[in-house]
């Protein structure tokens, strides 16, 4: 069984400075990593995500994260951040162990923007 | 393109009520799901569908009942609404099944209260 736990259920930055979202993982088997992000009273959108080869994967809106096996972590980062970043973010674990598959949501992490 | 529709996008509802939120997609995706979002719970899928007229069981089903006639809809019936189930709703869609590093296309949601 895969889980994921995000570290901070709340994020605050100003503006211009580094974003650092945490997530870390548990799965059996080799996992596909993601990023979603859901800004108020939308639904989710993809904001990248991990398959195999390049550990280090670039999304939307300046966004990367980094797969550490290592460690088990995804860890989104942005260098500077802007006022529309402010959303609140889900890291999620997919596994295929069935004919759906099965995609597990961490708890969320809200992210609050200073000017 | 409309993507996902699910309507309607708020409902109040008072204990033993029932009814049907609506989802729709035309991206013509096989694989849809259900989800409700609830704070510091992330998402948590209720049932999901392969396609037309197969569904099964997710994390949080009960309660919850859901038929596909068609490829395009997947309604989400409550039959009989209790507290319990206020909570934040969403219908997503993808072309292949959540394990297999398959983007999720996720509807602007529903927040349904029961009172």
């Known amino acids: 069984a895969q889980s994921v736990t995000q570290l901070g259920s709340h994020v605050t930055v100003s503006e211009g400075a580094l974003v650092l979202l945490r997530c870390n993982y548990s799965?059996?088997?080799?996992?596909?990593l993601f990023w979603y992000v859901q800004y108020p009273n939308q639904g989710l959108q993809l904001l990248l995500k991990?398959?195999?080869?390049?550990?280090l994967v670039k999304g939307i809106n300046g966004f990367e994260a980094e797969f550490k096996k290592s460690e088990t972590s995804f860890h989104l980062t942005k260098p500077s951040a802007h006022m529309s970043d402010a959303a609140e973010y889900f890291c999620?674990?997919?596994?295929?162990?069935?004919?759906?598959?099965?995609?597990?949501f961490g708890q969320g992490t809200i992210l609050t923007v200073h000017p | 393109n409309a993507g996902v529709t699910q309507t309607p996008k708020f409902q109040v509802l008072k204990t033993g009520q029932s009814m049907t939120l609506q989802c729709a997609q035309d991206m013509n995706h096989e694989y849809m799901s259900w989800y409700r979002q609830d704070p510091g719970m992330g998402l948590r899928l209720i049932h999901y569908s392969v396609g037309a007229g197969i569904t099964d069981q997710g994390e949080v089903p009960n309660g919850y009942n859901v038929s596909r006639s068609t490829t395009e809809d997947f309604p989400l019936r409550l039959l009989s609404a209790a507290p319990s189930q206020t909570s934040v709703y969403f219908c997503a869609s993808s072309l292949k099944p959540q394990g297999a590093n398959e983007k999720l296309f996720f509807g602007s949601g529903t927040q349904l209260s029961v009172l």
């Open positions: 991990y398959t195999t080869g390049a550990t």
């Open positions: 799965s059996s088997v080799p996992p596909y």
């Open positions: 999620a674990v997919s596994v295929l162990g069935t004919s759906y598959g099965k995609l597990t």
